[in-house]
């Protein structure tokens, strides 16, 4: 039995390891979660009101994927179209339901892309396949298919060559057949490239799907190695999570996570070999909150001082003594991932985190180590090595830093 090779844009895809999720559309200028329309019974009236009133005035594509990439992020995904039906794209002529006949008029996924383009960050395209106003979604299911494959095709056919595609919905018609088979191969036929995911919900977590699919999802979840061994094909992984407790945008939910809970997150989908889709909510016409702008500005830090093993690192066989801890491969390097460390400092100064003891091993390492030293500072770490042990002592951060997670680069003789 053996693992099967990734094609190569899935490859590329796992290799950017860290992206930015945006939600956005006409619930946004309610400030009350991306649900807000089925849960609250909005009526279509007070619906229209939004999409008269939609302007995306302070939406600025190339400000955001400049905030994703500053943030370490290499892949954004747009919610072109979301549950409520309306579309941030032209449909040339497919619903009147669409960006150009609000008083935006303009083609944000198209500025979306373009942007992404300019900075070297894959585009990806989320579209809803669940669709609460179209007649056709609970009354003709065969005709808004055609209608679902059209809008999809559009997106296919006018944006160039596009890094994937982002279903959501399926799982609202689980027994239904959604004729699969030939939605996919209209996309691989147009974009041959394109990572196709179609996420399995907050039940069916890490649940692989049509052979088409590139990627198993983990909605607020924490994904867990792939068992690739005898499979047909390689697919990866990735974790999506929101920022506090919504998708779009809710003016009082300030249950936000915190840095340390991020960057922790982000580890944990590298330490398994996964992505990490970190999700944004726009307010109300295309804007990105002072929040949101301070946390991307604190994960950027971590992520600037990690970058030489976060993205190109490989899950390896190295063992670490603690169970957090986990080992990147690069360039015959090991890089370890070294989690809850304190702050140094006489204890009547500094409130030490719960800690760890400082000595730590490795084990599983079939190679003799040269040496040990942090990345954040280049200190070198004293370690002793006994047959394939080798231990070594993991010191706190210094006064005046505190990186969370802390990266140690292991180079072998």
Same mark, same amino acid.
């Given at each position: 039995?053996?693992?099967?090779?990734?094609a190569?844009?899935?490859? %590329?895809?796992?290799?950017?390891?860290?992206?930015?999720?945006?939600?956005?559309?006409?619930?946004?200028? =309610?400030?009350?979660?991306?649900?807000?329309?089925?849960? &609250?019974?909005?009526?279509?009236?007070?619906?229209?009101?939004?999409?008269?009133?939609?302007?995306?005035?302070?939406?600025?594509?190339?400000?955001?994927?400049?905030?994703?990439?500053?943030?370490?992020?290499?892949?954004?995904? =747009?919610?072109?179209?979301?549950?409520?039906?309306?579309? =941030?794209?032209?449909?040339?002529?497919?619903?009147?339901?669409?960006?150009?006949?609000?008083?935006?008029?303009?083609?944000?996924?198209?500025?979306?892309?373009?942007?992404?383009?300019?900075?070297?960050?894959?585009?990806?395209?989320?579209?809803?396949?669940?669709d609460?106003?179209?007649? %056709?979604?609970?009354?003709?299911?065969?005709?808004?298919?055609?209608?679902?494959?059209?809008?999809?095709?559009?997106?296919?056919?006018?944006?160039?060559k596009?890094?994937?595609?982002?279903?959501?919905?399926?799982?609202?018609?689980?027994?239904?057949?959604?004729?699969?088979?030939?939605?996919?191969?209209?996309?691989?036929?147009?974009?041959?490239?394109?990572?196709?995911?179609?996420?399995?919900?907050?039940?069916?977590?890490?649940?692989?799907?049509?052979?088409?699919? %590139?990627?198993?999802?983990?909605?607020?979840?924490?994904?867990?190695?792939?068992?690739?061994?005898?499979?047909?094909?390689?697919?990866?992984?990735?974790?999506?999570?929101?920022?506090?407790?919504?998708?779009?945008?809710?003016?009082?939910?300030?249950?936000?996570?915190?840095?340390?809970?991020?960057?922790?997150?982000?580890?944990?989908?590298?330490?398994?070999?996964?992505?990490?889709?970190?999700?944004?909510? =726009?307010?109300?016409?295309?804007?990105?909150?002072?929040?949101?702008?301070?946390?991307?500005?604190?994960?950027?830090?971590?992520?600037?001082?990690?970058?030489?093993?976060?993205?190109?690192?490989k899950?390896?066989?190295?063992?670490?003594?603690?169970?957090?801890?986990?080992?990147?491969?690069?360039?015959?390097?090991?890089?370890v991932?070294?989690? %809850?460390?304190?702050?140094?400092?006489p204890?009547?100064?500094?409130?030490?985190?719960?800690?760890?003891?400082?000595? &730590?091993?490795?084990?599983?390492?079939?190679?003799k180590?040269?040496?040990?030293?942090?990345?954040?500072?280049?200190?070198?770490?004293?370690?002793?090595?006994?047959?394939?042990?080798?231990s070594?002592?993991?010191?706190?951060f210094?006064?005046?830093?505190?990186?969370?997670?802390?990266?140690?680069?292991?180079?072998?003789?």
């Open positions: 039995m053996s693992i099967p090779v990734p190569k844009y899935i490859a %590329d895809f796992e290799k950017r390891g860290f992206g930015m999720f945006i939600h956005w559309g006409l619930y946004s200028q =309610l400030a009350q979660g991306e649900w807000t329309m089925n849960l &609250h019974h909005i009526s279509q009236e007070k619906y229209n009101e939004l999409f008269n009133n939609f302007t995306a005035e302070d939406f600025d594509a190339k400000k955001i994927v400049a905030l994703a990439k500053q943030a370490g992020m290499k892949y954004v995904t =747009l919610t072109t179209r979301h549950h409520d039906g309306f579309s =941030l794209y032209d449909t040339r002529g497919l619903t009147d339901y669409d960006v150009m006949h609000t008083p935006c008029d303009r083609d944000l996924v198209k500025e979306f892309v373009e942007a992404c383009r300019e900075e070297d960050i894959l585009p990806i395209l989320y579209h809803t396949t669940l609460w106003v179209h007649p %056709d979604f609970d009354n003709d299911f065969d005709a808004y298919l055609e209608y679902l494959s059209k809008s999809v095709e559009i997106l296919c056919t006018h944006y160039g596009i890094g994937g595609l982002w279903f959501d919905g399926n799982w609202s018609k689980r027994d239904a057949d959604w004729k699969l088979d030939e939605f996919y191969g209209m996309i691989r036929r147009l974009q041959p490239d394109a990572m196709i995911i179609n996420n399995t919900g907050l039940s069916r977590q890490g649940e692989a799907g049509h052979p088409e699919l %590139d990627s198993v999802t983990f909605e607020q979840g924490q994904a867990t190695p792939m068992d690739r061994e005898g499979k047909a094909k390689y697919i990866t992984a990735e974790m999506c999570q929101t920022m506090n407790r919504h998708w779009g945008i809710a003016a009082h939910d300030l249950d936000y996570k915190s840095p340390r809970q991020m960057i922790e997150r982000l580890c944990h989908a590298r330490k398994v070999g996964a992505n990490y889709l970190l999700n944004i909510g =726009l307010t109300g016409q295309g804007g990105v909150t002072k929040m949101t702008e301070a946390l991307l500005e604190v994960i950027g830090q971590w992520t600037a001082m990690a970058k030489d093993s976060l993205y190109d690192g899950v390896c066989d190295i063992r670490c003594s603690h169970e957090k801890d986990f080992v990147l491969e690069k360039d015959g390097a090991a890089y991932y070294v989690h %809850d460390l304190p702050l140094l400092g204890k009547d100064v500094v409130a030490a985190y719960e800690s760890t003891d400082e000595d &730590h091993s490795l084990s599983n390492l079939h190679r180590v040269k040496s040990i030293r942090w990345i954040d500072n280049g200190e070198e770490l004293l370690f002793s090595q006994t047959e394939d042990v080798c070594y002592r993991a010191v706190g210094p006064y005046g830093s505190h990186w969370i997670v802390r990266v140690a680069k292991v180079e072998f003789e």
